[in-house]
């Protein structure tokens, strides 16, 4: 039948894929701590606090 093949993995792909994969996670854990550093320093100067936004 027609479509039913199994892909074969190229391994530079899989490699690349892995590669996105780990620069994704890179950015969402350094950007997190960013956030928690300096977002509250930053909300203060801008708006005045936290609760006040």
């Known amino acids: 039948m027609a479509g039913l093949e199994v892909p074969t993995w190229d391994p530079q ?3 690349l894929i ?3 994969l780990f620069e994704a996670f890179l950015l969402y ?3 997190g701590g960013l956030e928690k ?3 509250p320093r930053l909300m203060e100067a801008l708006v005045g606090g ?3 936004a």
Do not use: M, P
Request: proline share 0%; charged share 5%.
């Open 13 to 15: 792909a899989a490699i």
């Open 18 to 20: 892995g590669a996105v």
């Open 50 to 52: 936290e609760n006040s």
């Open 29 to 31: 854990v350094g950007y």
């Open 37 to 39: 550093l300096i977002g």
